[in-house]
């Protein structure tokens, strides 16, 4: 039995589509644990990128179970077209493909909702994927939320009609321009509900506690990124689920004490998509390299991502908050070519020098502290070996190891599952 965690260090798409596909040959079993579709996460073999959001990253190995935790908010519009993205591969998902009855559903309205709070937020908006992410959430610990269970039962969609009417009532107490046609969305919403309810349903607890019991390996994919978690992220830019490893024991019902690994990944610089503070970002020729190269365009709403440097004061509250084990860093090939690079090490916040993230991270005074590194100029997309790095990367690591006190395991060097090095 195995039971390890894979989950982003910052703030989102770190690459934990990449390595969860790579690792999958490794693993019995891969369940997503929290977030919807909201997530967008990117594979690329064969000369082919999938992206996926709902659905766990180990989807296209034949032998892999792929497992949809209680913790995940599943909008049926997108899970639908999911799966017809997968029926071009012969993805046999009737078989891999198990849902937790316990998971909540997005409905329409949730969508709705989610656009008219970022109106009426005006200027202080979250920047949401507007995928009915908070809305669901809210009505999952409101105690109101239609789960995936229910729809096995014949009064579900009165269930439903209660709740999109008590939605309506909401969008207008918001008294926003939100333009919609509900019997429009409801025509597809229960037109791809028929699709999924073709699926496995499963209580995935008990799925999941007889499979350690069983001897299977599990690996927990999570969605968004640390600094985006409800609690410990940069609150209020953040999504409305535990992103940290704490999410992965509520949203699977495993226990604390079955996980081994958690696996930390980050880039080897940092990216954001939407609104929050974010220190070390670029306004300049640098960050906007950091874009170009590294084709830096959110996978699920195609905005651009805001780049900048590595922050590894961020760094360390994400790994002591999730308690990682073993580091991956990504994108290390975005970075061939600077002189110089930079990571920060401290803030200036307050007239003082302080080395944690203080409470208010977009304060006008925080300025981050830079320790400036050498770069390195070489193409290393085609090298498979760590010891073939150049020296300066491999400086540029054992700086962030010795840092944050945790060894890196995995260099990633381009997109493709090849471009991957296993230290
Ligand atoms: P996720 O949400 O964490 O799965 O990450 P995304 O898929 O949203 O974003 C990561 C992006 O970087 C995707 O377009 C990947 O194909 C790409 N990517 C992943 N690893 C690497 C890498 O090492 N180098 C480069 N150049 N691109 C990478
Ligand atoms: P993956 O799994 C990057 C961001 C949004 C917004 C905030 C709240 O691909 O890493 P929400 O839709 O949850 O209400 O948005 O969180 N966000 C992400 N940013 N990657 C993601 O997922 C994200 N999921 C949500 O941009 O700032
Ligand atoms: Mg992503």
Known sequence: MNVNLLLGLQWGDEGKGKIVDYLTKEYDIIARFQGGPNAGHTLE?????????????????????????????????????????????????????????????ILPTHRLLDAASETAKGKAKIGSTLKGIGPTYMDKTGRNGIRVGDLEFEDWKDKYRQLADKHEAMINFYNVDVQYDLNELEEEFFEAVEKIKGLQFIDSEEYLFKAMKDGKSILAEGAQGSLLDIDFGTYPFVTSSNTTAAGACTGLGIAPNKIQQVYGIFKAYTTRVGSGPFPTELFDKHG???????????????????????DLVALKYAVQVNGVTDLMMMKADVLSGFNELKVCTAYHYNGEEIDHLPYNLSAEDLKPVYKTLKGWQEDITKINSFEKLPQTLKDYITFIEDFVEVKVKIVSVGPDRKETIMR
Do not use: Q
Request: proline share 5%.
């Open 288 to 310: 906007k390299r950091m874009a170009k190269v590294g084709h830096e365009f959110g996978a699920t709403t195609g905005r651009p991502r805001r780049c900048g440097w590595l």
């Open 45 to 105: 073999f064969n000369g082919i990128k999938h992206v996926l959001h709902t659905i766990p990253s180990g989807i296209f190995h034949p032998k892999a179970i792929n497992v949809v935790g209680n913790g995940v908010v599943i909008d049926p519009v997108i899970f639908k077209k999911e799966l017809e993205g997968l029926d071009k591969y012969d993805v046999n998902y009737k078989d891999a493909l198990l849902i937790s009855r316990k998971a909540h559903l």
